[in-house]
């Protein structure tokens, strides 16, 4: 005799009715779950699907999608640049130079579409290609980088005076 012949020999030395009896709850309380879950929680968890997909896929949400990415793209983007300064002491001339796609090369499409920029005589130019994207960072983001110029809100100018000395303290 297996494991499961000795687990249902004390059931099946019951009388008929009281197998009836013990299975019958078991069937109604399926068939009530089911009843109910098709009646009330199925409509209720597609209404929550269909809105969360529409608001997911709003205006508003892709704005907000497409601002993180710019962010995240211009931040790269100024990483790699310093990243530059610090191997080679000095930043690169553009951001097709051979030295700065030594490590850039896998970011440099995104940031040659995102971004533009320009060698200066004191640090650099990065300027947000998309207009329509508005990014606005706090006067401390802007210490100790060489960015002289950009078109970036909430840039501040004042921690230098356009000495490459000062900008790197």
Known sequence: MNSFQKLKAPFNRLPFVYKVLLVIPFAVGLWLFTAIYVIFLA????????????LG????ALEEKERAWVDRVFKKAIAFIELH?????????????????????????????????????????L???????????PSDFWKGIGLSKTNVGGFCNDFHDGNVAEINK
């Open 127 to 137: 300027n947000v290609k998309r207009e329509e994207v508005a990014l606005e960072y």
């Open 57 to 60: 896929n709003s205006e508003l």
């Open 43 to 54: 409509p209720i968890e597609i209404f929550w699907k269909i809105f969360w997909l529409a």
């Open 85 to 125: 300064k610090l191997r080679f002491d000095e930043y690169p001339e553009s951001l097709q130079s051979e030295s700065f796609l030594l490590f850039a090369s896998d970011e440099y499409s995104d940031i040659d579409n995102m971004v533009g920029y320009k060698k200066l005589e004191y640090g650099y130019e």
